[in-house]
């Protein structure tokens, strides 16, 4: 089996959404909140992250995908 794509595109645009909507709630969101979060959407299929959560380094991917 190949490597997993970390994040698919609807699971990018659920990220964001959610985070625009704690924002408009103003409401702070941690690194480690934004982590669950996205346990929470990625648990019904297998990911590259260690016991379901993702590491540092996927923020900086995360971003680069988003911005770009």
């Not at 595109?9 to 480690?32: G, H, N, P, R």
């Amino acid at each position: 089996m190949g490597l997993i794509d970390v994040s698919m595109e609807e699971e990018d645009k659920a990220i964001v959404e959610w985070t625009l909507t704690m924002k408009e709630c103003k409401l702070s969101i941690t690194i480690q909140q934004l982590k669950l979060k996205v346990v929470k959407i990625t648990q019904i299929r297998p990911t590259p992250f260690r016991n379901g959560v993702p590491r540092s380094s996927w923020w900086k991917w995360f971003q680069k995908g988003i911005l770009t």
